[in-house]
Structures are given as structure tokens and as C-alpha cells.
Nanobody, 115 residues
Framework: VQLQASGGGLVQAGGSLRLSCKAPRMITSVFGPLTLGWYRQAPGKQRELVAAITSARNTNYADSVKGRFTISRDNSQKKVYLQMSSLEPEDTAVYYC???????WGQGTLVTVSS
């Protein structure tokens, strides 16, 4: 089942963005137990996992975003969020959400950080 990301945009370095991801076709009882992740793919680079959250809300982050990004989830709404702060030009990428490990890829959302 594809998850749909949104909330990207253009932001200056040092700014913040909040990304959202929804799973409208997934029933709540399936969504709740899943480990979910935010991934990103910068131009010319491989897609990488930046943050993950388990059903128990344990979280894990890539070293490059620790202390700046926060992942959270709302199981009743079947949504997962990524709060991004202190953004850097190196954070520029298309951001996707999926399960961890990843399943199908849905639409991503472009984040562009200007210097």
C-alpha cells in the first residue's frame, strides 16, 4: 500500500518544515503495528532512510539529521510526520514515506533548502 507524502517546499537555511504522510487506503488495524520511515533522495544520490518510528513509538535517526528532525505518528489518523528544523542545503531532496523496511513507494514531496 502506498503512502502519500506532502508538505515540502522552498525554505531558507536554518528554517523549518513539517512533512506529513497519510495512508488513506490502509485500515487502522494494519497501520498501527507498522514501523514507518521517512526516506529522502537527493539528486544523483541513493535513497536513504532518515528517520523511523516503531509501533511503540521508538525512534531512530540518521546521524546527519539527529537533533534536527523529529518523527511522530498518529495512528487514529493513519499519519506520520517529520518535523524538520535547522534545515541545511544538504537536506534538499525528495522526501518519501514508507514502511521500514520499505515497501511500495508513493508520491514524494520536494524539499529545497536555499543557502
Amino acid at each position: 500500500v502506498q503512502l502519500q507524502a506532502s508538505g515540502g517546499g522552498l525554505v531558507q537555511a536554518g528554517g523549518s518544515l513539517r512533512l506529513s504522510c497519510k495512508a488513506p487506503r490502509m485500515i487502522t488495524s494494519v497501520f498501527g503495528p507498522l514501523t514507518l520511515g521517512w526516506y529522502r533522495q537527493a539528486p544523483g544520490k541513493q535513497r536513504e532512510l532518515v528517520a523511523a518510528i516503531t509501533s511503540a513509538r521508538n525512534t531512530n535517526y540518521a546521524d546527519s539529521v539527529k537533533g534536527r528532525f523529529t518523527i511522530s505518528r498518529d495512528n487514529s489518523q493513519k499519519k506520520v510526520y517529520l518535523q524538520m528544523s535547522s534545515l541545511e542545503p544538504e537536506d534538499t531532496a525528495v522526501y518519501y514515506c514508507s514502511t521500514d523496511p520499505p515497501g511500495q513507494w508513493g508520491q514524494g514531496t520536494l524539499v529545497t533548502v536555499s543557502s
